[in-house]
T-cell receptor, first 112, second 114 residues
Framework: SQQGEEDPQALSIQEGENATMNCSYK?????LQWYRQNSGRGLVHLIL?????REKHSGRLRVTLDTSKKSSSLLITASRAADTASYFC????????????FGKGTHLIIQP | DTGVSQNPRHKITKRGQNVTFRCDPI?????LYWYRQTLGQGPEFLTY????????KSRLLSDRFSAERPKGSFSTLEIQRTEQGDSAMYLC????????????FGPGTRLTVT
């Protein structure tokens, strides 16, 4: 079953604008990860944030985590056409349960 | 290419037939995962191995599904008596347990059951 929900389900913006995607999850977590998937392909890991971290940056990506609200956000700044893809958050519960639980994803379209 | 590879990339089979997929992880990775993804959904966890030991199986893994990783390197996922509901992308991922836990995914095997 899907643990999380991404919001919005779809997002279309102009190149150069910032894109923000949100993720909510249900159970306690060890870490939360964001992945990108281009159409019909495998997933690419973007960034991981641990449960004791609140914010993390990687290049044009900024991730926040609020464990009290069981939510995370992914910000992509200065978007490019190549950022067009589906973005998924995934949680790892830990404690021996090592499989990732993914949300349904946000489909991001960057208009040139 | 030293990434995760999966074969075949596409498989079309008739209902009731058995199919087997193969995954070759990144060579130094000791954990290997299988996921299933249907159209418009995120991947759903099926099972994972640490070396050759199968450590966790999801409830999605019915008794028609079996996975192996006999020598702790490549893995196979077999589906017996396929059903139309098995049509999906089957994704394999690997990682090295060192505290990072980011998973590296292969390109997937797309299964179509007619």
């Amino acid at each position: 079953s899907q643990q999380g929900e991404e919001d919005p389900q779809a997002l279309s913006i102009q190149e150069g604008e910032n894109a923000t995607m949100n993720c909510s999850y249900k159970t306690s977590i060890n870490n939360l990860q964001w992945y990108r998937q281009n159409s019909g392909r495998g997933l690419v890991h973007l960034i991981l944030i641990r449960s004791n971290e609140r914010e993390k940056h990687s290049g044009r990506l900024r991730v926040t985590l609020d464990t009290s609200k069981k939510s995370s956000s992914l910000l992509i700044t200065a978007s490019r056409a190549a950022d067009t893809a589906s973005y998924f958050c995934a949680t790892r519960s830990g404690g021996g349960a090592d499989g990732l639980t993914f949300g349904k994803g946000t489909h991001l379209i960057i208009q040139p | 290419d030293t990434g995760v590879s999966q074969n075949p990339r596409h498989k079309i089979t008739k209902r009731g037939q058995n199919v087997t997929f193969r995954c070759d992880p990144i060579s130094e990775h000791n954990r290997l995962y299988w996921y299933r993804q249907t159209l418009g959904q995120g991947p759903e966890f099926l099972t994972y191995f640490q070396n050759e030991a199968q450590l966790e199986k999801s409830r999605l893994l019915s008794d028609r599904f079996s996975a192996e990783r006999p020598k702790g390197s490549f893995s196979t996922l077999e589906i017996q008596r396929t059903e139309q509901g098995d049509s999906a992308m089957y994704l394999c991922a690997s990682t090295f347990v060192s505290g990072s836990y980011e998973q590296y995914f292969g390109p997937g095997t797309r299964l179509t059951v007619t």
